[in-house]
């Protein structure tokens, strides 16, 4: 498993603006701000978010055309091929979300994800 680079912002990017999930994406950046509960609640809710979030792009990537690209996409990162992904079991896809999140930043990478996603929409 590699770290996100800037090749893969601009490949989210697409795939937010295709998937129309900006507006998506802004809600959960509200939701995540809004958490102020003691940290035990508060460590709950940001994992019920988080899932949240990934079922919503699941959801999205179910839409015709975007199975594909969400193969792609994640197979950069996991550094397999998408036929890797598309045949990886569902434990093992969401091991590797996980593990993309312990190594990354991605509060930083999806918000500069969502603003290029803006400017390819101009």
Avoid: C, H, W
Wanted: net charge neutral; charged share 30%.
């Amino acid at each position: 498993m590699r770290k996100l680079t800037t090749q893969d912002l601009f490949k989210m990017a697409r795939f937010i603006k295709k998937a129309d999930l900006k507006g998506t994406i802004l809600s959960f950046f509200e939701k995540g701000q809004n958490l102020n509960a003691d940290e035990k609640s508060k460590d709950f809710k940001t994992k019920e978010l988080g899932v949240e979030a990934a079922l919503t792009v699941i959801e999205k990537a179910a839409d015709e055309g975007m199975e594909n690209e969400f193969y792609a996409l994640i197979a950069g990162v996991a550094e397999k091929t998408p036929e890797d992904i598309k045949n990886m079991s569902i434990e093992a896809l969401l091991e590797a979300f996980g593990q993309i999140a312990k190594e990354n930043n991605l509060a930083v990478f999806f918000k500069a994800a969502y603003q290029s996603a803006e400017k390819l929409a101009k």
